[in-house]
């Protein structure tokens, strides 16, 4: 079993800075790919930047020079710096990891979500 905890979700000002972090636990054998996802309330949930095992990233064009992926594999963790905080980037933000649990088993997790809210 394997398990992906979000934190560092909250309310913010336009034009500030938060930094998400998610956390796999469980039965890990390798991390392939990870990446953040969000939804905003009436839409459907996007793809907001992903990394690669090798550190490849991409990134959609909504957040493109505001937010950097990153990860740190002898924590099984995955950060989202997000600067230059929009009332747009207001939703829900999941972690999604593609995670091998045994050397020919992998499957694709996802977190519980934590709330990120762009407000004055």
């Known amino acids: 079993q394997v398990q992906l905890v979000e934190s560092g979700g909250g309310l913010v000002q336009p034009g500030g800075s938060l930094r998400l972090s998610c956390v796999a636990s469980g039965s890990i054998f390798s991390i392939r790919d990870m990446g953040w996802y969000r939804q905003a309330p009436g839409k459907q949930r996007e793809l907001v930047a992903t990394?690669?095992?090798?550190?490849?990233?991409n990134y959609s064009d909504s957040v493109k020079g505001r937010f950097t992926i990153s990860r740190d594999n002898a924590k099984n963790t995955v950060y989202l710096q997000m600067n230059s905080l929009k009332p747009e980037d207001t939703a829900v933000y999941y972690c999604?990891?593609?995670?091998?649990?045994?050397?020919?088993?992998?499957?694709?997790?996802w977190g519980q979500g934590t709330q990120v809210t762009v407000s004055s």
């Open positions: 999604k990891g593609r995670i091998a649990s045994t050397s020919i088993s992998t499957y694709i997790y």
């Open positions: 990394i690669t095992s090798g550190g490849t990233t």
